[in-house]
């Protein structure tokens, strides 16, 4: 016997997908649009699964709060921007190195951002955007997002003896990514 619980967490953010082709087979036209730069309304819906209630729960919803504050504090209103990305270095102008990342600060959930304490009288719109992004080693795409945070949430619930079961993740209301082990 198994109980299972999810919660919805919603947020905003941006990203590029670098990588993007298209089969024209399949495609009405050949327009790589996910290869600018742009923005969605993203949600993050994840399932928790355990064989054995505690006080009657799978866990407490509160119990997730940590990643409502994760999402809030590193991912909303953020550009996600791979490491490996062509135009990594054009974007982070002074924290690049033939394309190769450098100065950055290692962050906990698994993504880097820059270092910024190296920087002096840089304008602040140019400090505003450095601070935008939150750097990865992949393609940040909704199937590999869904990865990423599956990969936080159950290294925190492992304490509570609580399964991830997937993690989903909305990149509009209308498309969505699953992912589970």
Known sequence: MKWN??????????????SQSLNKKFSIDDKLV???LHGHQGKIKVFLETSKLQSSMVTDFKHLNWLKKFIDDN??????LDVNDPLYSS?????????????LIEQEGGYKIADLSILENVNPHILEMYKSYILVDFVPTSEEISR???KIVQERMQELDVQVVKVQFF???KTCSEYSI
Do not use: M
């Open 5 to 18: 619980i999810s919660k919805e967490f919603d947020f905003c953010y941006g990203h590029r997908v670098w």
């Open 75 to 80: 991912l909303d209103h953020k550009f996600i």
């Open 34 to 36: 996910c290869r600018h």
């Open 148 to 150: 990423w945070i599956y």
């Open 171 to 173: 990149e509009t209301p």
């Open 91 to 103: 974007l982070l102008g002074d924290f690049s190195n033939n394309g190769k990342a450098c100065n």
